[in-house]
């Protein structure tokens, strides 16, 4: 069996269905989905057992792992699995990365046809946790570490917890822009940078939505239609403006990660501003009620939120709040304008993100319609 087969028997299961449903998910019969009673009186104690007590019992346990994470490219957590393999090599771990909204439906089609993949989900659809605890569906349980925590990264009776905190913003090549660079958003509506920029496109990735919405309450419609203005590049992924950046196609690229960690050494500068939005969330993850790899998600999920890994993120933030970032950064969730609890509440209204994506994809062009400001006759939170 080819790679590309086995990959996408992982993803689909032996329905045949799983991809056929959607991007609007699907809802377990209501039988199935109720809560059980004692998922929700359980709390529980913080684990005890060390990485490498965990790591015997996972191997006792057969010494499998599968994982499905929210991400742009396949190889997108290849540092992860790298990361993983070296430090218990004993463990056979298949971690497949696709974009959060299409595993969703996958692991609600295979709730629904009792054929669950995956043992551990990490994803950004911050609500399909949400709605997976309510529905019984996530094994309650608090890691190592879990209390360092910060209260807004992890659910109180362990249902889930953040193991990853990413910011969203937008970044430009040094070089390329020279000595002028745009120092907040509200700059990239300069004339000057017309053509020059690359973004992801809004109404694909929440995240980005979440961004664009924050730009247009903090700077009006009139910047909006400013920006449609500037023949800006929109691609899928947010990994899109940064490849766009860093391969020198553009000068700036919006909706996407970056580092802020300040470096003379990198051709981009990644930008936060003072008194300017910009957007971050912690990446949820969770262990399945019905994990048939068990011990093997709780020391993959151990090891995510360990000291050790957790010191080593990209972007020099960490979930925990007794890791300090390096110089010149605060917690993330110490910047105000990064609106860390506003982007759970955005992803919990799915009526109203439709609105915003339908929006920006009038004023984008994205969709068929008039995009001059005035005439759409759709402003949410205008």
Do not use: C
């Not at 790298?82 to 595993?103: C, E, M, N, Q």
């Not at 470096?263 to 003072?274: E, G, N």
């Not at 971050?280 to 009620?289: D, E, F, I, N, P």
């Amino acid at each position: 069996m080819s790679s590309f087969l086995s990959r996408r028997r992982l993803l689909t299961t032996g329905t045949g269905v799983a991809l056929g449903l959607g991007a609007a998910g699907v809802t377990a019969p209501a039988a199935s989905a109720a809560p059980a009673p004692a998922a929700r009186r359980h709390t529980g104690p913080e684990e005890t057992r060390s990485l490498d007590e965990l790591y015997r019992a996972a191997l006792k346990e057969g010494g499998k792992l599968v994982v499905y994470a929210g991400g742009d490219t396949p190889t997108q957590q290849d540092g992860t699995k790298a990361g993983f393999k070296a430090r218990f090599p004993g463990i056979d771990l298949t971690l497949i990365v696709d974009y959060s909204k299409y595993h969703d439906v996958r692991i609600d089609n295979q709730f629904a046809t009792g054929t669950l993949v995956p043992d551990v989900v990490q994803l950004q659809t911050l609500q399909d946790f949400v709605r997976w605890k309510q529905q019984g569906r996530l094994l309650h349980y608090k890691p190592a570490g879990f209390s360092k925590v910060y209260d807004g990264f992890k659910d109180p009776q362990g249902a889930w917890v953040a193991t990853g905190a990413i910011a969203f913003s937008f970044l430009y090549g040094t070089a390329a822009v020279g000595s002028d660079a745009p120092r907040t958003p509200h700059d990239l509506v300069d004339p000057k940078w017309k053509g020059k920029i690359a973004s992801s496109f809004p109404h694909d990735d929440d995240a980005v939505l979440y961004l664009y919405s924050l730009y247009a309450r903090t700077y009006g419609w009139d910047w909006v239609a400013r920006l449609a203005a500037q023949d800006v590049r929109f691609a899928r992924g947010s990994n899109s403006p940064g490849d766009a950046v860093f391969g020198g196609q553009k000068a700036i690229g919006i909706g996407t990660a970056g580092s802020a960690v300040p470096s003379a050494s990198s051709p981009a500068r990644f930008v936060i501003a003072d008194g300017h939005p910009f957007m971050g969330w912690g990446q949820r993850m969770a262990v399945l009620k019905q994990a048939r790899n068990s011990t093997a998600a709780k020391l993959f999920l151990n090891w995510q939120l360990s000291t050790e890994w957790q010191r080593n993120s990209f972007n020099g933030w960490s979930v925990r709040t007794d890791i300090t970032p390096p110089a010149g950064l605060r917690q993330l969730w110490d910047y105000p304008n990064a609106h860390v609890d506003g982007f759970p509440k955005f992803m919990a209204d799915r009526a109203e993100v439709e609105r915003w994506k339908q929006t920006f994809a009038l004023y984008f062009g994205e969709v068929e319609g008039d995009p001059t400001p005035g005439r759409l006759g759709l402003h949410p939170g205008a």
